[in-house]
């Protein structure tokens, strides 16, 4: 099935399911104006993520990852007004380019936006204010996983939603001789998965406008 299919047919499910949204327009124009890759998950994807912070009635969410802020925005919205999102990104373009996004969508107030490498972040965030977060969604340099899993845990309670993006790439993720240290990341991250009895998890497999990869889930106990 070639990617001109999968994208038709997320171009068909979402003219269906997801209404015309000049804010998350902007957004996606505004990434594209300044030269931001376009790596952000899609408007179906961005769905998803919100509904599952919906369904779970989540009030604090931790992104590590932000880009413009296009998933920030879906998952900010279902955000009661007393809500939280923290999001991380080490690009200080990425960051300026995002705090406009998040600005224009009128999220400012529920939205904190951090400058800086992800780890070094977290470690501050934690020393700081250790309180769990509801809901984290991992989604910056691939290789670090394995810390920002760990880190996850350690801002996480009983009940807290670990998402992770991009964990099936082309299908390379099997592969244990993978040379690529991405997929290598997202391997260690799984074994992490695997071993830690704290969690329950499980990975999808999507095909779509953004080619062939995937999201793992975790539920911490
Ligand atoms: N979540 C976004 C996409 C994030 S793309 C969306 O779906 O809309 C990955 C982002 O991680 C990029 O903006 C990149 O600059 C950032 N990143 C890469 N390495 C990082 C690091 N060490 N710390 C924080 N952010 C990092
Ligand atoms: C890459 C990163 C992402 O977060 C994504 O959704 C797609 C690709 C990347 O680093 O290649
Ligand atoms: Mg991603």
Avoid: C
């Amino acid at each position: 099935m070639p990617k001109s299919t999968w994208t038709a047919v997320d171009d068909y499910l979402t003219t269906k399911l997801i209404s015309a949204d000049p804010v998350l327009e902007a957004t996606l124009d505004a990434n594209h104006r300044a030269g931001l890759p376009s790596i952000d998950v899609s408007p179906l994807q961005g769905k998803f993520l919100h509904l599952i912070a919906q369904i779970a009635g989540v009030k604090r969410i931790l992104e590590i990852g932000t880009l413009g802020g296009y998933s920030t925005t879906w998952l900010a919205r279902a955000l009661p007004q007393n809500g939280r999102l923290i999001s991380l990104e080490f690009e200080p373009k990425h960051v300026e380019v995002a705090r406009k996004n998040i600005a224009r969508a009128g999220l400012s107030e529920l939205v904190e936006i951090r400058q800086g490498a992800a780890a070094d972040s977290l470690a501050k965030l934690y020393a700081e204010d250790p309180s769990p977060f509801d809901l984290i969604f991992i989604d910056a340099d691939k290789p670090n996983n394995p810390v920002y899993l760990e880190w996850a845990l350690k801002l996480s309670r009983k009940g807290t939603i670990i998402i992770v993006d991009n964990v099936i790439r082309n299908g390379e993720i099997s592969s244990s001789a993978s040379k690529d240290p991405k997929v290598q990341g997202t391997r260690t991250m799984f074994d992490m998965l695997s071993a830690n009895p704290r969690l329950q998890a499980t990975a999808l497999q999507t095909v779509g406008s953004k080619g062939y990869d995937g999201f793992a889930m975790a539920v911490v106990s």
